[in-house]
T-cell receptor, first 113, second 115 residues
């Protein structure tokens, strides 16, 4: 079946450090890929997405590139801020008539000043 | 503003009691979903609905029930058959088949605890 494997956390970085959160997937079709972010006590918010190979999603300084050859969608940010502290989820959707999402286990990120 | 409203934010259940979690959306989305989130785990799909009066089981439907009588509403009932109901429940919606590969929009969740 479809699955998403995420880098295990928690991850703690200093402010202005470079961030990478790894995500790899297994899917039978051609998935769309998503990164969602969850702030404490809240639901999930879409951070960025990519719907086909070599697409790059970007938002709020975060980027991720859909790499079909390595089945990866790693999240990166060049300079993190304290406000980026949250849990980040990688997810995929096959989109073959239903839009069910398959999630990774989430990576908790803490940024210290 | 358009969005998804879940209520209540916190809910407590006694042993043997059914409870219903509310989810309402005004985004004109066709599809709606219920997920369960446990600490250290990703979200797991409980039920989803692509259209009014139709719904399908997700990966962990046992002990839960849903209805979809209106496009805007997708309530989830946690029955007494669900032996470990303590979790954070998230409702989501999307355009569904009308526009594929679009993201799901999430509510702020309901935290359910056992008394």
């Amino acid at each position: 079946g479809d699955s998403v494997t995420q880098m295990e956390g928690p991850v703690t970085l200093s402010e202005e450090a470079f961030l990478t959160i790894n995500c790899t997937y297994t899917a039978t079709g051609y998935p769309s890929l998503f990164w969602y972010v969850q702030y404490p006590g809240e639901g999930l918010q879409l951070l960025l997405k990519a719907t086909k190979a070599d697409d790059k999603g970007s938002n709020k300084g975060f980027e991720a590139t859909y790499r079909k050859e390595t089945t990866s969608f790693h999240l990166e940010k060049g300079s993190v801020q304290v406000s980026d502290s949250a849990v980040y989820f990688c997810a995929l959707s096959i989109g073959s008539g239903n839009e069910k999402l398959t999630f990774g286990t989430g990576t908790r990120l803490t940024i210290i000043p | 503003d358009g969005g998804i409203t879940q209520s209540p934010k916190y809910l407590f259940r006694k042993e043997g009691q059914n409870v219903t979690l509310s989810c309402e959306q005004n985004l004109n989305h066709d599809a709606m979903y219920w997920y369960r989130q446990d600490p250290g785990q990703g979200l797991r799909l409980i039920y989803y609905s692509q259209i009014v009066n139709d719904f399908q089981k997700g990966d962990i439907a046992e002990g839960y029930s849903v209805s979809r009588e209106k496009k805007e509403s997708f309530p989830l009932t946690v029955t007494s058959a669900q032996k470990n109901p303590t979790a954070f429940y998230l409702c989501a919606s999307s355009m569904g088949e009308r526009l594929r590969n679009q993201p799901q929009h999430f509510g702020d969740g309901t935290r359910l605890s056992i008394l």
